[in-house]
């Protein structure tokens, strides 16, 4: 990311030169390691597993992998249609080492050549230049809220291909919860007959641990089998990942510049990623890798709010009751309004009543304090605000820039909204469902096979 040495909060503009394609969009009414950690901003090799024959659940890494294959599919998926003498030039590989992963990429079809690129004259393959295979290869993503349930299917692009929402289903076990969205997912997946699809991920709140079992306190989850019931209902190998981990992630795949194709020794800069909507949560991104701690994510729903006047009108002093999306409902309530969603909240402040417009500029000061708070703690390079309560009242993000430059002793902090924007649960689903095949591609292949 570019730091902009201020507390503006930027908007950045996504590259138009790979677009975010949302076709077929309609609503309906991380595993974490079994060896020990490795170090910060490093990750073990990747873990493929089953709970039972046939299943396979991988533990994400949520990294810019140094493997070859994966440096020559990065620099396909940056800056393709690429010569194998650029792609060289921009990874550190060699030209024989460049040849042999092509080769390779080619072979599995997770690469294609482009004859109608090559130079007047030009004679051998290595003239030839090559891009991603997007023709024929899709991954499905699943992001899984307390009351919304989104599928996704993504080109090798990380682009949405696809798109539905589902209300999260009430069941009476986790498994037959997780049996329903399965369903689901394999039913939209049936659009797409002529397509391979390789892989699934999934990114939902709660500490996800080895096996893809995730516990969830707000959905009442102890320990269930997310990983395994997918994978068994919807007939694919699944990675798993906390959600605010797995959007921190999505922000390295997004931003091109996080993703300059470096010598394996090379580190490059740092973010903390907060993400707020229904519940709130941090990332920490070091080096081109996303930080998962073996305890599970970081959890801040329980630090104290701060001073509130409507927000918290059950006096819970928590950050997440107090700016959740309930939480602002729950308030708009007690203050007298006649509202339903969060959404009605901001039409309301939209069109110009005051009691909305105090209440969500009272959520984007409590953000703001605990951005700033949050902040003084890693001291990152950049601080990335991600969620729907950022993106969808960016009338509010100059006070959450002011609490910012309040709170922290930084005297200027780089402060600026995701390039998700309101995708951001899809995008996080997305590089979940593709980071096996980025981090490792011919063995992601082999085991979709």
Same mark, same amino acid.
């Given at each position: 990311m570019t730091a902009t040495l201020d507390h503006r909060i930027a908007t950045p503009v996504r590259p138009s030169a790979r677009p975010n394609a949302l076709a077929g969009s309609r609503v309906a009414s $991380?595993?974490?390691? #079994?060896?020990?950690? $490795?170090?910060?901003?490093?990750? #073990?090799? #990747?873990?493929?597993?089953?709970t039972r024959a046939g299943i396979h659940v991988a533990t994400p890494q949520l990294h810019l992998s140094t493997k070859p294959a994966a440096v020559? /599919?990065?620099?396909?998926?940056?800056?393709?249609?690429?010569?194998?003498?650029?792609a060289s030039a921009a990874s550190g590989l060699s030209i024989s080492t460049v040849n042999r992963q092509v080769s390779a990429l080619l072979k599995a079809g997770l690469l294609r050549e482009r004859a109608d690129l090559a130079p007047?004259?030009?004679?051998?393959? %290595?003239r030839l230049p090559f891009e991603l295979n997007t023709a024929e290869y899709l991954t499905v993503g699943i992001h899984i809220g307390l009351k919304v349930t989104s599928i996704t299917t993504h080109d090798l692009f990380h682009r949405v291909v696809g798109a539905i929402q589902i209300p999260t289903p009430a069941a009476d076990t986790p498994e037959q919860t997780l049996t329903s969205i399965g369903l689901s997912a394999k039913r939209f997946l049936s659009r797409w007959q002529n397509k391979r699809v390789l892989w699934a991920g999934v990114a939902?709140?709660?500490?996800?641990?080895?096996?893809?079992?995730? @516990?969830? @306190?707000?959905?009442?989850?102890? @320990?269930? %089998?997310? !990983?395994?019931? /997918?994978?068994?209902v919807i007939g694919l190998p699944i990675s798993v990942a906390s959600h605010v981990e797995a959007m921190a992630a999505a922000e390295l795949l997004l931003n091109p510049q996080a993703?300059?194709?470096?010598? $394996? !020794?090379?580190? !490059?800069? @740092?973010?903390v990623y907060f993400y707020a909507r229904e519940t709130v949560g941090i990332a920490f991104t070091v080096g081109g890798s996303?930080?998962? $701690?073996?305890a599970g994510p970081p959890e801040i729903g329980h630090f104290p709010a701060g001073r509130t006047e409507l927000l918290d009108p059950h006096r819970t002093g928590r950050l997440e009751p107090t700016v959740s999306d309930t939480g602002v409902v729950d308030a708009a309530i007690a203050a007298g309004l006649t509202i339903e969603t969060v959404e009605d909240v901001h039409q309301l402040a939209a069109a110009g009543n005051d009691v909305a417009r105090a209440i969500l500029t009272e959520r984007a000061e409590v953000l703001g304090r605990a951005v700033g708070l949050i902040s003084d703690i890693f001291n990152p390079d950049h601080v990335v605000l991600g969620g729907q309560a950022f993106t969808d009242a960016p009338s509010t993000l100059p006070v959450v820039a002011r609490a910012v430059r309040e709170t922290s002793v930084s005297e200027r902090r780089d402060v600026r909204v995701s390039r998700s924007g309101a995708t951001v649960q899809q995008q996080a689903a997305g590089a979940v469902s593709l980071d096996a095949i980025y981090s490792d591609p011919i063995e992601a292949l082999s085991r979709s096979l």
């Open positions: $991380p595993a974490r390691p #079994a060896h020990p950690q $490795p170090a910060l901003g490093q990750k #073990a090799p #990747a873990k493929f597993g089953g020559v /599919l990065r620099a396909a998926r940056l800056h393709g249609p690429v010569f194998r003498d650029a007047a004259g030009a004679i051998g393959r %290595p939902l709140a709660g500490r996800v641990d080895n096996g893809g079992r995730v @516990s969830h @306190s707000r959905l009442n989850w102890q @320990s269930a %089998p997310v !990983g395994e019931v /997918l994978a068994s993703e300059l194709l470096v010598d $394996p !020794g090379q580190e !490059g800069g @740092s973010f996303v930080y998962t $701690p073996t």
